[in-house]
């Protein structure tokens, strides 16, 4: 599948909000509301968005302290961390060559005990090694408590086929008192109040002009100089902290093999500066059959 920047603007606020701010893409770029969704529905036809998920905001519905966080993790193969521990919400897989230099999984969690939970995923076979980082920290004195009804209503949308065009159906144009309901229940920037959201199931490796990519380099310069010489030579690029205390990330967008070779003859200006490998963005799976579980549960 070819896609050019306005998909991919699209595909990030998918990615990253589980819905589009349609004025902010239309303005942007130009385009109609009907042209937005007829791209999201070949996102859908075509696989790259292999459906959707459902998360639940676990601290608000249990109350307490809770952690929010990421585990990076090296293994040969897929582990079975969302089944060892069921509070993983998201899976990241990507292709790292070679191997160890990066994760090749990341998952997003709740938690309650970080350690414990270091301790669960690094006992799971297949992983070699796991980073743990905290991405927030709540402490709700009192769970949001949901009624027998409005859990019901959950569980009905749960069980239909759920696309962008009923996403935004709920959202910005609900038809029905359960529509409305849904949509009060469903949290986004919007609506922080809300207890559960829907985000996309996205297969990149489907994609052939793009890849989302990041480099593993040693640099043996300071990180203002390091960004310095990147802006120097108009290099796109993020960066992150090192795995395993070592292999510092560098970020990319990347559109085919002509932007990857002068990336890489860009870096290797800088003789203090080594690339010792990649990180190609493979898939992301909304890891929701506890949570389907759940709702179920507590339907009935």
Known sequence: MII????????????????????????????????????????????????????LFI??????????????????????VKNVYPLVEEVIANTVLPAGVLPAYSYIFYS???????????????????????IAEYDISLPHELTSEEWQIINQLVR?????????????????????????????????RGVFSVFPNIDWSIV????????????????????????????AADIYSKFKKKFLQLEFDLWGFSDLNKFVSKLRKEPRINVLGISIAH?????????????REKAH
């Open 4 to 55: 050019d920047p306005i998909d991919l603007k699209i595909l990030r606020h998918l990615e990253a909000q589980g819905y589009i701010p349609l004025d902010d893409i239309i303005n942007k770029f130009h385009i109609t509301r009907d042209e937005i969704f007829l791209r999201i529905k070949n996102f859908e036809e075509h696989g790259l968005v292999k459906g959707y998920g459902i998360k």
């Open 59 to 80: 601290p608000s519905i249990a109350g307490g302290k809770w952690y929010r966080g990421c585990a990076f993790v090296d293994a040969d193969y897929e582990p079975d």
């Open 112 to 134: 309650r005990d970080l350690k414990q939970t270091y301790r669960l995923i690094m006992k799971t076979k297949g992983v070699k090694y796991v980073e743990l980082y905290k």
């Open 160 to 192: 239909s086929k759920i696309n962008f065009e009923r996403i935004y159906q709920i959202l910005d144009n609900p038809i029905n008192d359960e529509d409305v309901q849904l949509s009060r229940l469903m949290l986004n920037r919007k609506n922080l």
């Open 208 to 235: 052939k002009n793009f890849a989302h990519i990041h480099f593993a380099v040693i640099a043996r310069i300071r990180p203002n100089e390091l960004k310095k010489f990147l802006r120097h030579y108009n290099i």
């Open 283 to 295: 898939h992301n799976e909304i890891c929701d059959e506890w949570i389907k579980n759940f709702i």
